[in-house]
């Protein structure tokens, strides 16, 4: 239920802004919309991929890199967004969809097809050094979208801002949570699980509604 509440905000949020992209006065807005859709997808394989889904079953931890490809792609989505925000350079819907679909399938056939992507949880040991420098580099990548958040502050309503930093400040909170647990089903991992859904909760404030 928390992964499916993302899954559906990060949807919601493509649609909003796509159908409204004549009207949004932040052309990076649809570009954010869009990013969030394919967020999404990568999203929706990891909770597919979990064991108790029984739908992949030659590997127990997918869910894992499929967290860790996701959260890269959304963290570094939120920190171009804020850079770009309010500048005059400018590209087209369709080299969006594109990029971010290349993106998202390199993602996926790396962790189903190909199987290149790093290892992040080890049954018994708990989280590889990947994974958890990978939630810290993660954290830094958000920290910095914070301060170009209000280094571009006259771009946002004052409550929006307000909103939008709430949301980043909880998702590094979650990151954090996330290189503490040993069990998938662990106290720190549900609290992780438990912040998303209050982050994404703030981001249908400051943009759906």
Not at 126 to 149: C, D, N
Not at 201 to 209: C, M, N, Q, S
């Amino acid at each position: 239920v928390a992964e499916v509440f993302s899954i559906v905000i990060a949807c919601a949020v493509f649609m909003i802004s796509w159908n409204s992209r004549k009207q949004i006065g932040n052309f990076y807005l649809v570009h954010l919309g869009i990013a969030y859709l394919f967020i999404g997808i990568i999203d929706l394989f990891h909770t597919l991929s979990y064991v108790g889904m029984n739908i992949f079953t030659d590997y127990d931890y997918y869910a894992n890199q499929l967290w860790i490809g996701a959260r890269y792609l959304e963290s570094l989505t939120l920190l171009a967004f804020f850079i770009l925000s309010g500048s005059k350079i400018r590209f087209s819907f369709i080299s969006v969809y594109v990029f971010y679909a290349f993106v998202s399938m390199g993602i996926l056939f790396s962790v189903f097809y190909w199987k290149i992507f790093p290892i992040c949880f080890v049954e018994g040991q708990g989280l590889t050094t990947f994974k958890i420098v990978s939630e810290y580099i993660i954290s830094g990548i958000l920290l910095l979208s914070l301060f170009f958040l209000y280094k571009k502050k006259e771009q946002f309503d004052g409550y929006i801002r307000k909103l939008l930093t709430w949301t980043i400040l909880l998702t590094i909170l979650g990151e954090l949570a996330f290189t503490f647990y040993i069990s998938n089903y662990g106290f720190s991992n549900l609290v992780g699980h438990y912040l998303k859904i209050a982050s994404f909760y703030l981001v249908y404030k400051a943009i759906i509604e």
